[in-house]
Nanobody
Framework: VQLQASGGGLVQVGGSLRLSCVVS????????MGWFRQAPGKERDFVAA????????LYADSVKGRFTISRDNAKKTVFLQMNGLTSEDTAVYYC???????????????????WGQGTQVTVSS
């Protein structure tokens, strides 16, 4: 399994970005997918996760109401729509994959078996 994230970039405060992560291999349809992020000088933090069905999602409190995670199982792609961006959202964003979905949706790094390469999101004022 390989994850290829894209969509990062430079955006102004209050702007929006949409991250995408394409998954190769045959595990996507049963996998929980998620996003983590790591800001400069900080630990990597959970952002959002989505169950393999697409019907259950989980968000960090810091992004709830602004970010939306979704997936297209036919295209083996997971998305992170980010609205109302602030400077606190500046980070490298990582797409993550959990081969066999567990419940509740996990928020810890060790729960996810495969990580993408990361995409930089920079929010400027």
């Amino acid at each position: 399994v390989q994850l290829q994230a894209s969509g990062g970039g430079l955006v102004q405060v209050g702007g929006s970005l949409r991250l995408s992560c394409v998954v190769s291999g045959d595990t996507f349809h049963a996998a929980t997918m998620g996003w983590f992020r790591q800001a400069p000088g900080k630990e990597r933090d959970f952002v959002a996760a989505i169950l393999w069905t697409g019907k259950s999602t989980l968000y960090a409190d810091s992004v709830k109401g602004r970010f939306t995670i979704s997936r297209d199982n036919a295209k083996k792609t997971v998305f992170l729509q980010m609205n109302g961006l602030t400077s606190e959202d500046t980070a490298v964003y990582y797409c993550v994959h959990q081969r066999r979905s567990t419940w509740p949706l996990p928020t810890t790094e060790k729960a996810y078996d495969t990580w993408g390469q990361g995409t930089q999101v920079t929010v400027s004022s």
